[in-house]
RNA sequence: GCGCCUGUAGCUCAGCCGGAUAGAGCAUCGGCCUUCUAAGCCGAGGGUCAGGGGUUCGAAUCCCUUCAGGCGCGCCA
């Protein structure tokens, strides 16, 4: 409607004035949107023209005003230096609902557009039980992937598993010493995590133990054969863990090459750094010296001859270039690694990677805290995602118990809403932002939340499901009242907001206009019947309705969140 | 010390590629269920947009600076 709207302007300049030529003339970007609809659907300042013109901007806003002459638009009006556009309501609403209609759950999508992104996420690390602090990279990239895939892209989802380090033969040092299988596979995750922690309680007294675990991981590297059978048990079990909690959340990959993976594929790195003399010693150690950039220098290959976190990145990003020909590589990996990842494209820029500065981007999100408190297994004061998940869905459990007793999968839609309570949240606010994590918080149902929105969802199914097969021409008068029209509104804004989305990978940019979609309609909903005894009018709204419907369920599917028929 | 990020209502945040009286939700208080799902809707109170400068017709938004908090800064990942 933006360049509808934009176009009628452009009109209506050429013929009020003839100083402009096509080149010169404001593009839809120059519309904006009115902070009250009574004021229009569209504004053009006028501001920006006065100097030109030589002519206030009030009477810029009048002379355009007169000038314009549209289908599109009922009145165009002169306030305060701004011309105000007001939609045709009816020509407005037809259009909406049919493109809706049309494109179904595409709407806001493209076609392929022949372009490929990686995704590296959640990413989560052998021997540790999936926690809240794992919760934003996993939604977050399974979200982006979404988007994505919706915008037209290819898309590979890596889990690039943390399964390399001397703190796996400590592990393995550990389990030799005090463990067993029995106690492994009973125990899980906690169990592999217990045989860490003591396995450190008990280097402080034996100081032998460090060495042992240093072997270990020697083995490991070299692929010794009893090394690696344990290591790969203890990865499976981690697996295990994880899959479960991300098949409740819907979440899959495309590949688990972690770390370990590009053990083998480093050399080239190291040829290639060398060949360009990017490589110099330091203290034992050989690294990229990135002073020119105002950068510390990029470790590389450590005094002891291993190599390091940043090697193995540098090794993984070839590697997906080459396999995966990416023309975006996404890490959505928290903040405090914002130097790590700056300096390993710098260092590939360096190489001669030109791609590197465009295609890679470090998808940033902030840290969660407990109630204040920095978690810590230690101290206890960690909460387990599916802690939380399971709580969340007693809490829709029981909500349900209370408000919709006669409801036939209670069990269902109690994980749906539990579920998406949670996801929802983690995906409203802008991804840099700390999260502080509080219990009465995250098992609250009201207001700006998950449940708000897939209530409106399932409200709306309901309304569906009463109404009668038959069908009337519908007659879009019954949606130029101002609530139907700010529905319309916000389902307009929709596509826009997926590209945002994409444009920044910030997913919270969907969770908002579906959420906005939501309120609006819940508005619309208690101002208006929509079945009654007028059949034009009733078969409009329940295309209104129907519109409703499948936009939000498109946006919560676009952030993983799932869109109950009933609750 | 240097670098990056954040600072908007009691709390959590949106608005940040400049525009009209700064918006939500939670919490508090008060209304609305004999009508399509009240996990809903409506209303009230609550703000020196951290402070100070600057640019501009116009600044929460851009620039400079101070302050506060978070994160990072060589052989962990």
Same mark, same amino acid.
């Given at each position: 409607?933006?360049?509808?709207?934009?176009?009628?302007?452009?009109?209506?300049?050429?013929?009020?004035?003839?100083?402009?030529?096509?080149?010169?003339?404001?593009?839809?970007?120059?519309?904006?949107?009115?902070?009250?609809?009574?004021?229009?659907?569209?504004?053009?300042?006028?501001?920006?023209?006065?100097?030109?013109?030589?002519?206030?901007?009030?009477?810029?806003?009048?002379?355009?005003?007169?000038?314009?002459?549209?289908?599109?638009?009922?009145?165009?009006?002169?306030?305060?230096?701004?011309?105000?556009?007001?939609?045709?309501?009816?020509?407005?609403?037809?259009?909406?609902?049919?493109?809706?209609?049309?494109?179904?759950?595409?709407?806001?999508?493209?076609?392929?557009?022949?372009?490929?992104?990686?995704?590296?996420?959640?990413?989560?690390?052998?021997?540790?039980?999936?926690?809240?602090?794992?919760?934003?990279?996993?939604?977050?990239?399974?979200?982006?992937?979404?988007?994505?895939?919706?915008?037209?892209?290819?898309?590979?989802?890596?889990?690039?598993?943390?399964?390399?380090?001397?703190?796996?033969?400590?592990?393995?040092?550990?389990?030799?010493?005090?463990?067993?299988?029995?106690?492994?596979?009973?125990?899980?995750?906690?169990?592999?995590?217990?045989?860490?922690?003591?396995?450190?309680?008990?280097?402080?007294?034996?100081?032998?133990?460090?060495?042992?675990?240093?072997?270990?991981?020697?083995?490991?590297?070299?692929?010794?054969?009893?090394?690696?059978?344990?290591?790969?048990?203890?990865?499976?079990?981690?697996?295990?863990?994880?899959?479960?909690?991300?098949?409740?959340?819907?979440?899959?990959?495309?590949?688990?090459?972690?770390?370990?993976?590009?053990?083998?594929?480093?050399?080239?790195?190291?040829?290639?750094?060398?060949?360009?003399?990017?490589?110099?010693?330091?203290?034992?150690?050989?690294?990229?010296?990135?002073?020119?950039?105002?950068?510390?220098?990029?470790?590389?290959?450590?005094?002891?001859?291993?190599?390091?976190?940043?090697?193995?990145?540098?090794? *993984?990003?070839?590697? $997906?270039?080459? %396999?995966?020909?990416?023309?975006?590589? /996404?890490?959505?990996? @928290?903040?405090? &690694?914002? +130097?790590?990842?700056?300096?390993?494209?710098?260092?590939?820029?360096?190489?001669?990677?030109?791609?590197?500065?465009?295609?890679?981007?470090?998808?940033?999100?902030?840290?969660?805290?407990?109630?204040?408190? *920095?978690?810590?297994? $230690?101290?206890? %004061?960690?909460?387990?995602?599916?802690? /939380?998940?399971?709580? @969340?869905?007693? &809490?829709? +459990?029981?909500?349900?118990?209370?408000?919709?007793?006669?409801?036939?999968?209670?069990?269902?839609?109690?994980?749906?809403?539990?579920?998406?309570?949670?996801?929802?949240?983690?995906?409203?606010?802008?991804?840099?932002?700390?999260?502080?994590?509080?219990?009465?918080?995250?098992?609250?149902?009201?207001?700006?939340?998950?449940?708000?929105?897939?209530?409106?969802?399932?409200?709306?199914?309901?309304?569906?499901?009463?109404?009668?097969?038959?069908?009337?021409?519908?007659?879009?008068?019954?949606?130029?009242?101002?609530?139907?029209?700010?529905?319309?509104?916000?389902?307009?804004?929709?596509?826009?907001?997926?590209?945002?989305?994409?444009?920044?990978?910030?997913?919270?940019?969907?969770?908002?206009?579906?959420?906005?979609?939501?309120?609006?309609?819940?508005?619309?909903?208690?101002?208006?019947?929509?079945?009654?005894?007028?059949?034009?009018?009733?078969?409009?709204?329940?295309?209104?309705?129907?519109?409703?419907?499948?936009?939000?369920?498109?946006?919560?599917?676009?952030?993983?969140?799932?869109?109950?028929?009933?609750?």
């Amino acid at each position: 409607m933006r360049t509808e709207v934009s176009k009628v302007l452009r009109e209506a300049i050429l013929r009020a004035f003839s100083e402009f030529s096509e080149a010169e003339l404001p593009g839809p970007e120059a519309l904006e949107i009115p902070p009250d609809s009574n004021l229009g659907d569209f504004a053009f300042p006028c501001f920006r023209l006065s100097k030109a013109l030589r002519m206030g901007p009030p009477m810029i806003a009048q002379k355009l005003a007169e000038a314009v002459d549209a289908p599109e638009v009922a009145t165009a009006q002169s306030v305060g230096g701004y011309l105000n556009f007001f939609l045709n309501r009816k020509n407005f609403a037809g259009i909406v609902l049919q493109n809706i209609q049309e494109t179904g759950d595409r709407y806001g999508g493209a076609p392929d557009c022949e372009k490929t992104v990686v995704l590296d996420y959640s990413s989560i690390n052998i021997a540790k039980r999936f926690h809240i602090g794992h919760l934003s990279t996993t939604v977050l990239g399974h979200s982006l992937k979404r988007i994505y895939a919706h915008l037209g892209w290819q898309t590979v989802g890596i889990n690039h598993l943390g399964d390399w380090g001397t703190q796996f033969g400590k592990m393995i040092a550990a389990f030799k010493h005090w463990g067993s299988w029995e106690m492994v596979e009973e125990g899980g995750v906690d169990a592999l995590t217990a045989l860490y922690v003591r396995f450190h309680q008990e280097a402080e007294e034996n100081p032998a133990l460090e060495d042992e675990g240093r072997a270990w991981f020697r083995r490991i590297e070299e692929g010794d054969e009893e090394a690696l059978s344990i290591f790969d048990r203890f990865k499976e079990l981690t697996l295990k863990d994880a899959k479960r909690v991300y098949d409740i959340l819907g979440v899959s990959f495309d590949s688990y090459n972690g770390e370990a993976f590009y053990n083998d594929k480093m050399g080239r790195v190291i040829d290639e750094l060398k060949a360009r003399n990017l490589l110099v010693e330091s203290k034992g150690a050989l690294v990229v010296d990135l002073e020119a950039y105002k950068m510390p220098p990029c470790l590389i290959v450590k005094s002891d001859g291993a190599t390091l976190y940043a090697t193995r990145d540098l090794a *993984a990003a070839l590697w $997906r270039k080459d %396999n995966y020909h990416f023309d975006k590589s /996404l890490y959505v990996v @928290a903040y405090q &690694q914002n +130097l790590h990842f700056q300096q390993v494209f710098k260092v590939l820029e360096l190489m001669g990677y030109d791609w590197a500065k465009e295609q890679m981007e470090h998808v940033a999100f902030g840290m969660v805290s407990y109630e204040g408190q *920095a978690m810590s297994t $230690r101290q206890g %004061n960690i909460i387990y995602l599916d802690e /939380l998940l399971k709580r @969340a869905q007693e &809490q829709a +459990l029981s909500i349900i118990r209370e408000k919709s007793p006669k409801l036939e999968n209670p069990g269902e839609v109690a994980a749906q809403v539990g579920v998406g309570a949670v996801v929802f949240t983690t995906l409203l606010n802008n991804r840099i932002k700390d999260i502080d994590f509080w219990w009465d918080r995250a098992l609250n149902f009201d207001g700006d939340t998950g449940p708000y929105v897939q209530y409106t969802h399932a409200r709306c199914c309901s309304v569906l499901r009463r109404a009668d097969a038959a069908s009337a021409a519908p007659s879009l008068e019954a949606l130029t009242n101002d609530e139907a029209q700010a529905v319309l509104r916000m389902l307009s804004r929709f596509p826009e907001a997926v590209r945002a989305a994409q444009r920044d990978n910030e997913p919270s940019e969907v969770t908002r206009v579906t959420l906005e979609l939501a309120k609006a309609f819940n508005k619309y909903y208690y101002e208006h019947r929509i079945l009654d005894e007028d059949p034009e009018a009733t078969a409009a709204r329940l295309a209104l309705v129907r519109a409703v419907k499948q936009v939000i369920a498109l946006g919560l599917y676009l952030i993983g969140v799932a869109a109950p028929e009933a609750m």
